[in-house]
């Protein structure tokens, strides 16, 4: 066989090829019945989606609440921002082969306590803790594990509080409790999470190089703590000086209501 009939056989075969693969994605992935199949076993895991984003909502809302009310108790607000984020299907599908979990509803639920995720950014250390112990005394609010990685910071460096819970949301059709990841951490320590990731995820550097750079985001991990403990003191010291020096109650540079 020369090659000018080669080359019209191995064409001939990649067509037939190409008409197989298209007969079988039109006569079964794209079948009625397929469609059905897909539509009934996915329609359950957009509606678990749906009750994490309920659940984000409700977390969000008692974060909303307790920054207002915290604010005029404090002259300030603590918290700098919230962010939130639902764990991409990607991502979950990753963990639950990671971690062995069974490919059903109930199981996901069970062992990945980290689909639903809220973000809290505060502005100094000890706000991390007056608003985490004032988020876990709410009657609704079951707390299942806690981790604090301010105190005991990873190895990398990385600092912040880690709160499993447990919120109800009300649905159409009754309660319906949900596990919820809540994060806490100052503007200093999200700055540093939020480039370390960038920095040392995704990229294949050798082995030598990867530890140089570890070194280094630890480094700067430390520094970042010595900011926030003197952003800390200078904020304790304001505190203490309006205390010792209270304003008059008077507000004497603005006129009375009865002027």
Not at 69 to 89: A, C, D, G, H, Y
Not at 152 to 162: A, F, N, Q
Not at 208 to 213: D, G, I, T
Not at 230 to 236: F, H, I, L, S, W
């Amino acid at each position: 066989m020369n090659q000018e009939e080669n080359n019209a056989l191995t064409e001939a075969l990649e067509n037939t090829l190409s008409t197989v693969q298209d007969d079988f994605v039109r006569e079964s992935l794209m079948s009625d019945s397929f469609l059905d199949f897909v539509e009934q076993n996915t329609k359950p895991i957009d509606q678990m989606f749906a009750y994490y984003r309920c659940a984000i909502l409700e977390v969000e809302t008692k974060f909303n609440v307790l920054d207002e009310s915290l604010s005029v108790q404090l002259e300030r607000n603590p918290i700098e921002s919230i962010k939130s984020r639902v764990k991409s299907v990607e991502s979950l599908l990753r963990k639950m082969r990671r971690k062995n979990v069974p490919l059903n509803l109930s199981a996901i639920e069970e062992n990945i306590h980290d689909i639903a995720g809220v973000r809290v950014i505060c502005s100094f250390p000890d706000d991390i803790y007056e608003l985490a112990d004032a988020f876990l005394a709410q009657d609704d609010i079951t707390l299942i594990k806690r981790k604090d990685y301010i105190k005991d910071p990873k190895p990398s460096g990385y600092r912040s509080l880690h709160l499993i819970v447990e919120i109800p949301i009300f649905l159409k059709d009754g309660k319906r409790n949900m596990k919820v990841e809540v994060q806490f951490r100052t503007i200093a320590m999200d700055f540093w999470a939020s480039l370390e990731h960038k920095l040392h995820y995704k990229h294949d550097l050798p082995p030598e190089r990867a530890k140089v750079l570890a070194d280094e985001l630890r480094n700067c991990a430390e520094q970042i703590e010595l900011l926030d403990m003197r952003m800390q003191a200078v904020r304790n010291e304001i505190v203490t000086y309006n205390e010792e020096n209270p304003k008059d109650a008077s507000f004497p540079g603005f006129p009375m209501f009865d002027e």
